[in-house]
């Protein structure tokens, strides 16, 4: 088979680029390589990357449609015979779902007034936006996912993102309609989890390979096959009790986590966004009167007194 | 000598490579798998880039080759400058073997996206994996290799089916 003729065209040979120039740009290659490692990625890097998958984000979409609605046909097809017996366990349970509904409305209208009493300031991950996934490159390098939604949208860095089943990942990157979404598989992941039952805590680290690592385990941690496995929200940036996963040893005898979110394709997903609750500053009083309340404490360890019971006792005893 | 056709500027040439490459980059990154399992997406970008380099080489500076790359590296979330450096290695060394211009007869031309495939990728896995700080998984890559080199003469058919076929591959 010839690609285009038979045989050579005089306007096509001989074509020939400046070396110079391309070896300049084998070098701009390697400068970006450099400098534009997960680990330290310039902010000024990063917008022109969600500059970029902004502009993309119709074009992938686009491109992503035909096969969205494709796959839809079959389930669809499979579907219509069960569709009718279906809908009547559907009313049935519709009846009875009614039942909890009012109880959820009635716990949730107890909960406001114990947290109105107690002055408790709950993380607020109600409101939830819901994105298509735009790109899924599952390449050797990063394990991430393009979303079409973005901070125009509401979605901020670090908020957690699942689908039906689970988790799935955190948002590294926005851009005003779209967001990358680092997955929990990917090698630069790391989450703060618990185990439901026990609250035995880890950090779920990824490896790029399908069942992510529990590291950071105590050594007698109380961890068990089946263990169902939440995010702690310890870090203070994703909120606790998301579901992650099952626990499960491999062949090594290391704790991995089979995700809840494997069990169908990522393609709608939710953003949740959070406001990380964030520590308490100290104010410049209490900082100055710190040594005080330290050696006050030494004090009491070595000569048997007892430590101030507040601070705001230790602060009201340093004022003149 | 320049033949009259030749001195007509070419922009239907030049919009269809401009799309055929954006529709490249915009399918290898789009989620396109019906349902959970291996990726079998092939290299597309890589593969127009192949054949455009071959049918018509003016149209593919290098610059074009590294834009191409970098986007490659936005949309698929990667390291920017890794599919860049691996795309220009691979298409600038394919290129520096018959600077007077490529033969057209298939069976080279597959012969030589196969070379083009055993440096690009190599030269990926090495950038990435100094980017990421440790070995990358070489098996997405050699499942894309082997994909595109299986989907090329498909893809080449496609991309020159308004050129004469007769005394083609495979006739």
Do not use: C, H, K
């Not at chain 1, 680290?205 to 702690?232: C, H, K, M, Q, W």
């Not at chain 1, 069990?263 to 959070?274: E, I, T, Y």
Request: aromatic residues 8%.
């Amino acid at each position: 088979m010839a690609i285009g003729g038979s045989s050579r065209r005089n306007d096509e040979s001989g074509v020939r680029f400046s070396r110079t120039f391309t070896v300049a740009l084998f070098l701009i290659s390697i400068v970006l390589i450099a400098f534009d490692r997960p680990q330290a990625r310039s902010p000024a890097l990063a917008s022109l990357r969600a500059g970029i998958t902004d502009l993309s984000a119709p074009v992938l979409d686009l491109a992503a449609a035909p096969v969205r609605g494709l796959s839809n046909i079959g389930p669809y097809w499979r579907n219509q015979a069960r569709l009718a017996e279906e809908n009547a366990d559907l009313r049935q349970r519709l009846n009875e779902t009614r039942y909890w509904r009012d109880l959820a409305l009635q716990l949730r209208d107890q909960r406001e007034v114990y947290e109105q009493a107690l002055n408790v300031e709950s993380p607020a991950t109600q409101n939830r936006i819901g994105a298509w996934t735009l790109g899924d490159p599952d390449g050797p390098f990063v394990q991430s996912r393009l979303i079409g939604a973005g901070t125009r949208q509401g979605v901020g860095s670090g908020d957690p993102v699942l689908n039906v089943y689970g988790l799935i990942g955190r948002v590294v990157e926005t851009g005003n309609v779209s967001s990358r979404v680092l997955l929990l598989t990917d090698l630069n992941s790391r989450i703060p989890v618990m185990a439901d039952r026990s609250n035995a805590r880890a950090v779920l680290v990824g490896d790029n390979s399908e069942y992510p690592r529990l590291d950071f385990l105590t050594r007698n941690a109380d961890l068990e096959d089946g263990d169902r496995i939440v995010t702690s929200g310890d870090d203070g940036i994703m909120p606790r009790g998301l579901p992650v996963g099952q626990a499960q040893r491999d062949r090594q005898g290391r704790w991995r986590v089979r995700l809840y979110s494997d069990q169908a394709p990522v393609d709608f997903v939710w953003v949740f966004p959070f406001e990380p609750v964030l520590p308490p500053e100290p104010d410049r009083p209490a900082e100055e009167e710190m040594p005080v309340a330290d050696a006050t404490a030494d004090a009491g360890d070595a000569g048997g007194l007892p430590a101030p019971a507040s601070a705001e006792e230790t602060s009201a005893g340093g004022e003149p | 000598m320049r033949s009259p056709v030749d001195t007509r500027p070419p922009y239907g040439l030049m919009v269809w490579t401009v799309i055929s490459l954006i529709l490249a980059l915009a399918f290898y990154a789009a989620p396109l798998r019906i349902a959970n399992g291996p990726d079998l997406m092939p290299m597309l970008p890589l593969m127009t880039l192949f054949i455009w380099s071959t049918v018509r080489p003016r149209f593919i500076p290098p610059i074009v080759i590294f834009v191409v790359g970098i986007l490659n590296d936005v949309l698929t979330g990667g390291v920017l400058g890794v599919w860049a450096l691996a795309y220009l290695v691979s298409l600038t060394i394919a290129r520096s073997r018959d600077e007077d211009g490529p033969t057209r007869e298939f069976g080279p031309v597959w012969v030589r996206f196969l070379v083009v495939l055993a440096i690009a990728i190599p030269v990926a896995w090495a950038a990435g994996s100094l980017a990421i700080g440790q070995p990358a998984p070489i098996r997405p890559l050699l499942i894309e290799g082997v994909a595109s080199a299986l989907m090329f003469p498909l893809f080449a058919v496609i991309f020159v089916r308004r050129r004469s076929l007769r005394g083609t591959f495979g006739s």
